[in-house]
């Protein structure tokens, strides 16, 4: 395999070259971590920064993320709750059409 890099209308692509026994493929993606050196027409890899957006964004999407997981946990034990007194009733009620049964007779 065979990397090489072109610098065309401001973008910089990524040329990679696989050759196998039977066929030659050449796959041409933009390049994330290279820039193009334009005073001494080279390429030099670099590590993309974040940018403080994107990082801000993704701390607000955290935020909400965790606040989601947190209502999601009320909402349970909220059902739970409304699921027990639904129980409870259900057994008072079933108290009481016993003693009304035998007070009946």
């Known amino acids: 395999m065979m990397i090489t890099y072109e610098y065309e209308n401001g973008i910089v692509y990524t040329i990679e070259t696989i050759e196998t026994d039977e066929q030659t493929v050449t796959v041409k993606t933009?390049?994330?971590?290279?820039?193009?050196?334009?005073?001494?027409?080279?390429?030099?890899?670099?590590?993309?920064?974040?940018?403080?957006?994107?990082?801000?964004?993704?701390i607000a999407m955290d935020a909400i993320m965790a606040e989601m997981a947190d209502m999601e946990?009320?909402?349970?034990?909220?059902?739970d709750a409304l699921m027990t007194g639904m129980m409870e009733l259900y057994a008072q009620n079933e108290e009481v059409k016993a003693e009304i049964a035998a007070n009946s007779k």
């Open 73 to 79: 946990a009320r909402q349970t034990q909220a059902i």
């Open 30 to 58: 933009i390049a994330s971590n290279v820039r193009y050196d334009e005073t001494t027409g080279g390429f030099e890899e670099y590590t993309p920064q974040i940018s403080p957006v994107i990082d801000r964004q993704q």
